[in-house]
């Protein structure tokens, strides 16, 4: 479905960017020049990867494994600032750059030893920063297509709900959990000069976050009691299509 969803809006952003190319094949806007720029864009960003807990007694004994995978779409808007270079036929800019979105990727599973329904999630929250690096070739005076080599940073939180079972000191201790992860984040692109100033933008970026693990372990309600140690591990990944208007000075 989401696989889907992605094809139908990358081909929809590719034929509109398509039909402005030859539209504005004729029309005379200065063609690309060196400078500074700034924009804004909209369009949706998907989190994907896998998360994996694993509940383990004092003892040895292992209460249960779980794998489930993240998955959640969030539409986004991205504000983005940079200087562009032309070198003949080739194009280099570095940018600047804010995603707001909003992911919340859950995903259901039950303990064996309890069949208590529990919800697995991981959100990143306030979206995120980007910087980036534009290498691109100028077919025509009016577009650019070019590979993006970026990073993004992102803040995460790890979550666990409705804990009512033997590991549930553990599983508390591991809610709510956060962390910033800054991610390799390559892409492509395409830019198409509609006037002097103004211009059309397509991106697609695809960030890959580091796996993190949290681990906690609960204290025995008495004394000779075994304990639990609970421990969850999530490598998320985060993709997103924009398309945008970007003001040259």
Not at 50 to 58: H, V
Not at 98 to 118: C, I, P, S, W
Request: aromatic share 10%; glycine share 10%.
């Amino acid at each position: 479905m989401k696989k889907k969803l992605y094809l139908k809006a990358g081909t929809a952003v590719a034929a509109l960017i398509a039909s402005t190319v030859s539209a504005q094949a004729n029309v005379g806007t200065g063609g690309i020049k060196s400078g500074f720029y700034a924009g804004a864009s909209v369009g949706l960003s998907n989190l994907s990867g896998n998360q994996k807990l694993e509940a383990t007694r004092s003892d040895g004994a292992v209460l249960d494994i779980r794998n489930n995978g993240l998955s959640a779409t969030s539409a986004g808007v991205a504000v983005f600032a940079g200087y562009g270079q032309k070198y003949n036929c080739t194009w280099i800019a570095a940018e600047l750059s804010y995603l707001f979105d909003r992911l919340n990727g859950n995903q259901n599973a039950t303990f064996d030893t309890t069949a208590v329904a529990k919800t697995f999630q991981s959100r990143s929250t306030g979206g995120a920063f980007g910087a980036s690096l534009h290498l691109g070739y100028i077919p025509h005076e009016n577009y650019v297509a070019y590979v993006i080599l970026g990073v993004e940073m992102r803040r995460f939180q790890f979550g666990l709900s409705n804990p009512s079972n033997p590991v549930s000191d553990s599983i508390t201790g591991i809610n709510a959990k956060k962390y910033t992860s800054v991610a390799f984040t390559p892409g492509l692109g395409m830019l198409v000069k509609l006037s002097k100033n103004v211009s059309l933008r397509g991106e697609y970026k695809y960030a890959l976050h580091r796996s993190k693990t949290v681990t906690a372990t609960s204290t025995p309600a008495a004394a000779g009691g075994l304990s639990t140690t609970s421990t969850l591990r999530q490598s998320p990944r985060v993709q997103s299509f924009q398309i945008g208007v970007v003001y040259s000075f």
